[in-house]
Structure formats: C-alpha cells, structure tokens
C-alpha cells in the first residue's frame, strides 16, 4: 500500500462547478500536507500547504486535512477552464524528515 | 517560469547507458530536491541536497547518484540504465528545507531509454 492513495481521475465538470480532490495516507508522522498543481509538460507548482488538521482557505481554493480519518481534501469553487490540470497531494513527515511523498494526481478538466 | 533549469529537456538513449541530467536551482536557494514521475509510480523523490551535503534520501536505486556543487547546481547520475527509467526526471530547489518552504520545480528531463 502507498502512503499517499489518491484516486487519478479523470475528472471533467463543466465551468462554474464545485470541485472535491481527496486523498488518503497511511503514516501517521505525516504532519504538513500540500496540493500541487501540474499543468501538462510542466513542472509542478505549489498551491497551498496545511499543517495537522484544519482547513486554510486561498482565494477559490480550500485545503482540509482530518488527521483522525488520515484524510486529505482539495475544493475549488467556481471552477475555471484554466483550472484543468493534474493535482497531486503530498505529505511530508515534519522534524528532521524532510521526504515529501505523494499521490499519482488527479486529473481535472474543467469544460467551458 | 520558476527560475529553476533543467537539461537537458529531452534525452534519448540505450539500455546499459549512463546520463547526467544537470539542474540550477533558484538564486539563493540552497537546497536541491530530486524527483523521478511515471505513469505507474506517480511522483516519486529521490533524494535531497542541503548547501552540498546529502539530507534526504527516499526511493533512488543504487545506480542513481547525485551531487550538489560548490556553486549550487545539482547533478543526477543514472548509470546501467534500464527500459523502466523511462520517465520524466524533475528538479526542485526551495531556500530552506521542508514543506515549510516551498519547493520551485524546473520544467524536467524527459528520458527515454531503448
């Protein structure tokens, strides 16, 4: 078993709609969470990172981590055309380990 | 653009070969992260540079190798090279260690080996 699953898709939703990426990890040392965005044939950028449980919010992206049910979400309300990529979650240990893990990615396609 | 470079961008070569693929981080930034992704893997981490030392090391086989310079910039090594190293080979560099900072991701190396 992977430590990061995350389901890769596809996803297509029209223009305008709300979308939920989710991942789930097995170690529970994870401690930082992050989404990154991979457009195609592009490096991967980062889009947000959380620390332990909670959720932080940036513009129309929402980022929610339940560490009780190892659980790892991704929102984008009012999805945009521009928003079609590949989005990969990851997870890092926290203290000295500084090894980032993450899921395959989802790939969403936003249809205008 | 991220101001992290790669090259090359695209490389093509045989089985039992050897490559280097070559990248300079970000101005200022001292730490090198590397990374292998695959369809069948996903994005994988090789292994890290902090201002020239090894800091961490995640699944690189042992015929990878790499090393950061004086100067910063990274090189990976894959020798005895196999059909599935076929991958995209990225770079990362970020001005600290840990998810706490951001990691900036070149534009990668496609390699295909034949």
């Known amino acids: 078993q992977k430590e990061v699953e995350q389901d890769p898709g596809p996803l297509s939703v029209p223009e305008g709609a709300i979308v939920s990426l989710n991942c789930t990890y097995s170690n529970s040392a994870f401690q930082y969470f992050m989404w990154y965005r991979q457009y195609s044939r592009k490096g991967p950028e980062l889009l947000m990172y959380t620390y332990s449980s909670g959720n932080k919010e940036d513009g129309r992206f929402t980022a929610q981590v339940d560490k009780s049910s190892k659980y790892i979400s991704l929102f984008i309300r009012d999805s945009q055309p521009s928003d079609s990529a590949t989005y990969l979650c990851g997870s890092e240990g926290g203290g000295s380990n500084y090894k980032l893990t993450f899921g395959k990615g989802t790939l969403l396609t936003v249809n205008p | 653009d991220s101001g992290v470079t790669q090259t090359p961008k695209h490389l093509i070569t045989a089985t039992g070969q050897r490559v280097t693929l070559r990248c300079s981080p970000r101005?200022?930034?001292?730490?090198v992260y590397w990374y292998q992704q695959s369809l069948d893997q996903g994005l994988q981490f090789l292994i890290q540079?902090?201002?020239?030392?090894?800091?961490a090391k995640g699944n690189i086989l042992e015929r990878f190798s790499a090393q950061q310079f004086p100067d910063l910039h990274s090189e990976l090594n894959l020798s005895s090279l196999e059909l599935g190293d076929s991958a995209l080979y990225f770079c990362a560099s970020s001005d600290g260690q840990g998810a706490r900072k951001t990691q900036y991701f070149g534009p990668g190396t496609r390699l295909l080996v034949l």
């Open positions: 540079y902090y201002n020239g030392e090894e800091r």
């Open positions: 101005s200022g930034d001292l730490s």
